[in-house]
């Protein structure tokens, strides 16, 4: 398997822009999380999907953000509009449904608003 | 509530020294606990786990941890650290908190590992 497959690698782009990051997770993992990374404030969990459906948005840091899943093998983080604070090294990870497994992370996408 | 406290951002040590990286976690359930290293521009890479089973887990590199329940400590430790060893280190804990799937799952703030030669 390629592992958690993330899209792109790197992103820059102007304040105000609307910008899409794009995971594929491991086949069968039914499981996803989006992370942010950032050096004041380490990883934060920003939102998770359990079969398709979102469980826990609490870390969505606002309504600029969104996220969506609309199949198994797919999902979007959306930033509308952008801003120089929400750069950051956004990572998404996938696992399994039996219990006690790890989560499998992508390679993250480094992005960067000017 | 749960929570993961890394007690050091930064640890050195000369190359052939032990590691030791502490973690301690709070946690109102069960939890598995989990390291996670990442290398610079990486993602982060599984170290090893616990999920109740035996309490010293042993990884990838030679890496091990031991689950100590009553101290509520983690710790990763390395009998000789190697250069390659360089990068920055996650404890995590993760509790289901609901029989529907629901999970939380809260990363420490790393430890960066230096390696001296």
């Known amino acids: 398997d390629a592992g958690v497959i993330q899209s792109p690698r790197h992103e820059v782009t102007e304040m105000g822009q609307e910008v899409t990051l794009r995971c594929k997770p491991i086949s069968g993992h039914d499981y996803l999380f989006w992370y942010r990374q950032t050096m004041m404030r380490g990883l934060e969990l920003l939102i998770y999907f359990n079969n398709n459906v979102p469980i826990d948005d609490s870390g969505m840091p606002e309504d600029r953000f969104s996220a969506k899943m609309p199949n198994a093998s797919f999902s979007t983080l959306k930033i509308q509009p952008s801003e120089p604070r929400d750069s950051a090294v956004y990572f998404c990870a996938s696992r399994p449904p039996t219990g006690n497994t790890e989560a499998f992370f992508g390679q993250g996408t480094r992005l960067t608003v000017v | 509530a749960q929570s993961v406290t890394q007690l050091d951002s930064h640890v050195s040590v000369s190359e052939g020294t032990p590691v030791l990286l502490r973690c301690n976690y709070s946690?109102?359930?069960?939890?598995?606990l989990f390291w996670y290293v990442q290398h610079p521009n990486k993602g982060l890479q599984l170290l090893l786990k616990y999920t109740s089973a035996a309490t010293l887990v042993k990884g990838i590199n030679g890496f091990e941890a031991e689950f100590k329940k009553s101290e509520t400590s983690f710790h990763l430790t390395k009998p000789s650290a190697h250069m390659s060893d360089a990068a920055e280190y996650f404890c995590?804990?993760?509790?289901?908190?609901?029989?529907?799937?629901?999970?939380?799952?809260?990363f420490g703030t790393g430890t960066r590992l230096t390696i001296i030669p």
């Open positions: 946690s109102s359930y069960s939890p598995s």
């Open positions: 995590v804990v993760r509790a289901l908190i609901s029989n529907f799937g629901n999970e939380k799952l809260t």
